[in-house]
């Protein structure tokens, strides 16, 4: 998916950067005394784009205001709707594993975050853990969240993650590699007392 989203990304502002490019070009042209087609909107140095008669043309018909709310509202929803999907962070829905005969079997993502999740709980020292995979499912990569113990030494419990929990991940499916983000947060806890 995020390979799409990459693509309507470059599609958009290549043609967003294409429309200004050529806009503010001619009316720079025009400007420095290039003669403009007829048909062209901007005729020369003391034209303005719109006259008061072409900006109130429109406004008598019942149907200008109405098109232009929803014309502009639709603009709105589309841009919303990229912002959306530029700050959303896909999650991986299944993971391709090789299986040596040229096949290869679908892996339920939620399943493989599942056992990650149980295995690096299971490490010394870590109270809680949340996996979240990303990427393409040829390719998968591993968002990992830890929360460790106050006795928890932080860089022990990453080395025996990635040494113990990824690695197995990895090898049980047969990926050549799976890279990982880890974050580690400590549990607050009270002060001891000592008598």
Sequence with gaps: MSGVIGTVNRIVL???????????????????????????????????LLSVADRNRWRDDGWWWPTVIAVLGAVVLLALWWLVAQLRRHRLTEVLVDTGDGEGALLRGRALEG?????AEALDGVERAGVALTGRRSTPRAR???????????????HLLS?????????????????????????????????
């Design 144 to 158: 990992v969240g830890l929360t460790l113990e106050p006795h928890a030494a932080p860089g022990e419990a990453l």
């Design 163 to 195: 040494e113990e929990s990824l690695a197995q991940a990895r090898d049980s499916a047969g990926l050549a590699s799976l890279p990982a983000e880890v974050r580690l947060r400590a549990v607050k806890h009270r002060a001891e007392r000592v008598s």
């Design 115 to 119: 056992v990650l999740v149980s295995a």
């Design 14 to 48: 290549g043609l967003l950067g294409l429309v200004l490019v050529v806009g503010g070009g001619s009316v720079l042209a025009v400007g420095l005394g290039v003669k403009p087609p007829s048909w062209w909107i901007h005729d020369g140095k003391r034209d303005v």
